[in-house]
């Protein structure tokens, strides 16, 4: 049976990862909305990955004999004021989830579960790549500044940078 503590840790990392699926989709309908075609489709399938990171988190809870809480989630935010907006916020809020996802391992360790430490080093290297990914797309931004040619590269290649194909729109 899965420690209470852990079992606890890993429910609120769920939230989390849907909080963060939401967040993304939000993000992708405003870029959809407002022209940014690549950002939409980067974002749509970065909130795709959340909810596998969220699914994930679930079926283990489950295999391990506990009881995945499906959470009520908090509201959006909707409105950006452009792509730097969009990709601040998704910054700080990947720094924010790896705090998290340290929290979880913090209390594996504290209540001797090994086998839940070992599954979050999944997370642990995800957030490794997810920051870095963040980053260079701010540094990026930075490059572009206010240049509207380099705003429209932007967005072509955020949709070279997504797997799936614009035509077939996102899986
Ligand atoms: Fe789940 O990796 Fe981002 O938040």
């Given at each position: 049976?899965?420690n209470?503590?852990?079992?606890?840790a890993?429910?609120?990392?769920?939230?989390?990862e849907a909080?963060?699926s939401?967040?993304?989709?939000?993000?992708?309908?405003?870029?959809?909305?407002?022209g940014?075609?690549?950002?939409a489709?980067?974002?749509?399938?970065?909130?795709?990955?959340?909810?596998?990171?969220?699914?994930?988190?679930?079926?283990?809870?489950?295999?391990?004999?506990?009881?995945?809480?499906?959470?009520?989630?908090n509201?959006?935010?909707?409105?950006?004021?452009?792509?730097?907006d969009?990709?601040?916020?998704?910054?700080?809020?990947?720094?924010?989830?790896?705090?998290?996802?340290?929290e979880?391992?913090?209390?594996?360790?504290?209540?001797?579960?090994?086998?839940?430490?070992?599954?979050?080093?999944?997370?642990?290297?995800?957030?490794?790549?997810?920051?870095?990914?963040a980053?260079?797309?701010?540094?990026?931004?930075?490059?572009?500044?206010?240049d509207?040619?380099g705003?429209?590269?932007?967005?072509?290649?955020?949709?070279?940078?997504?797997?799936v194909?614009?035509?077939?729109?996102?899986?």
């Amino acid at each position: 049976m899965i420690n209470k503590k852990v079992e606890k840790a890993l429910n609120n990392q769920v939230k989390i990862e849907a909080e963060s699926s939401q967040a993304y989709l939000a993000m992708a309908s405003w870029a959809e909305c407002n022209g940014l075609n690549g950002t939409a489709l980067f974002l749509y399938e970065h909130s795709d990955e959340e909810r596998q990171h969220m699914l994930k988190l679930v079926k283990f809870i489950n295999e391990r004999g506990g009881t995945a809480i499906i959470p009520e989630l908090n509201k959006p935010t909707t409105a950006f004021k452009g792509i730097k907006d969009i990709f601040t916020t998704l910054l700080s809020h990947e720094v924010n989830v790896t705090k998290e996802i340290h929290e979880v391992v913090d209390v594996c360790l504290k209540e001797k579960d090994y086998t839940t430490h070992n599954f979050m080093q999944w997370y642990v290297s995800e957030q490794i790549e997810e920051e870095a990914l963040a980053r260079s797309i701010m540094d990026k931004i930075g490059l572009i500044g206010n240049d509207k040619g380099g705003l429209y590269l932007f967005d072509r290649d955020l949709e070279k940078l997504s797997t799936v194909a614009p035509a077939n729109g996102p899986a």
